[in-house]
């Protein structure tokens, strides 16, 4: 494997332990002037999408990007699909193969349909134009929670060294996500969402297929037509087409 560069204008922060790594983004935002990565071997008190907690064995990658945005939240949400990509291009990079992957709406990289890596991005500023952006990543490398862990009907859990034989160090795994990361960050600052959004959903899980998105208490289900240019998902219903800015996905 070719040696990786560390993109330019980007720190760096390893922690052998932390309670988690985007309370530690909220901490270093106080006085960061510029994209810090932070990541840490151990995380004591990791959280996920809705208020879940985030069950890390040691090994694991954990890391956040803190980020100075400085952009209305529509387009700061954006950076949900950006992280994807990146992270979908580093899996691909550390195993060899590109076959097992795929990206699952809004923010979930799938290794054999198990949800392998998931994404969680946490806003610090005013509401009109947001000052900090914590984009939260973790990735079961070595271990995956049990299956009875996570939610009824969620895709069960996978790590990248059982189901692929890869072993990188959660260091390796940093560099590259940070290149990859970088990469498409100025792809989105050049050339807007229109070529992530088309690398995204040539990459995506099941796309023209039946699914279900729950938001609370409100369930719909309908044909993946495709994700808008604002980021939300299209399904198509019988009553019509819907587009849904956020909501947990099952298959
Ligand atoms: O629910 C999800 O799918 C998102 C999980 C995000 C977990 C990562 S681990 C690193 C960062 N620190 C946290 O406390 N959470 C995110």
């Known amino acids: 494997m070719s040696a990786i560069s560390w993109p330019e204008g980007y720190a760096r922060l ?18 960061s ?6 990541m840490a071997h151990r995380q004591t008190a990791a959280r996920g999408r809705r208020g879940r907690a985030w069950r890390v064995p040691e090994g694991n990658f954990s890391a956040t990007l803190l980020l100075m945005p400085s952009e209305p939240p529509e387009l700061v949400a954006l950076r949900s699909f950006v992280a994807a990509l990146a992270l979908f291009d580093t899996c691909v990079r550390l ?28 806003t610090l500023g005013n509401v009109a134009r947001v000052d900090h952006l914590a984009i939260g990543i973790g990735v079961n490398l070595i271990a995956a929670p049990d299956a ?7 895709v069960r859990p996978v790590a990248l ?11 390796t795994f ?15 600052k050049t050339y807007g969402f229109a070529p992530i959004r088309e690398a995204w959903l040539s990459r ?14 409100t369930e719909t289900r309908g044909t993946f037509e495709t994700v808008d240019a604002r980021g939300n998902l299209v399904l198509k219903t019988p009553e019509g087409r819907v587009s849904i800015a956020a909501a947990d996905v099952f298959f």
């Open 14 to 31: 390893i922690l052998d332990e932390v309670d988690s790594t985007n309370a530690e983004a909220a901490r270093q935002a106080r006085t």
């Open 33 to 38: 002037s510029g994209p810090i990565w932070i």
């Open 95 to 122: 195993t060899g193969r590109v076959e097992p992957f795929a990206l699952k709406w809004p923010n979930d990289v799938l290794l054999n349909g198990g949800k392998l890596a998931g994404i969680l991005l946490e």
């Open 148 to 154: 009875s862990e996570v939610e009824d009907g969620a």
């Open 161 to 171: 060294l059982p189901e692929t034989g890869a072993d990188p160090t959660p260091e």
């Open 174 to 188: 940093l560099d590259h996500l940070a290149a990859d990361f970088a990469r498409h960050e100025t792809s989105l």
């Open 204 to 217: 995506a899980a099941r796309l023209g297929e039946v699914i279900t998105a729950r938001t609370g208490s």
